[in-house]
């Protein structure tokens, strides 16, 4: 299961099927989950998504700009077929 930092420093649980379900709101694309940063990274819009308390937080509004260098850290995808 994966795991996001809660605002009060304690990990939450996230549900990997509800990550299974969501794509960028943007592009409608895949998401990478980010588990140093309790993201949810979407490479083509170039924005990476906070979960807080275990609830991904997709408004564009609230996703921090990705970094060419965060670009090279290959991430896990999460869902869909291999």
């Known amino acids: 299961m994966l795991v996001a930092d809660g605002r009060d420093g304690r990990k939450a649980d996230v ?3 509800l990550l ?3 794509a960028c709101p943007l592009t409608k694309g895949p998401l990478t989950w980010d ?3 309790s993201e949810l990274v979407s490479r083509v ?8 308390d275990g ?4 408004l564009p509004s609230e996703a921090r700009t990705i970094s060419a260098e965060d670009m090279l850290t290959p991430q896990p995808r999460l869902g869909g077929p291999s």
Request: glycine content about 0%; cysteine-free.
């Open 55 to 58: 609830i991904p937080v997709m």
């Open 15 to 17: 549900d990997p099927k």
């Open 45 to 52: 819009a170039k924005l990476a998504y906070p979960v807080r």
């Open 20 to 22: 299974e379900l969501l």
């Open 35 to 37: 588990p140093e940063r």
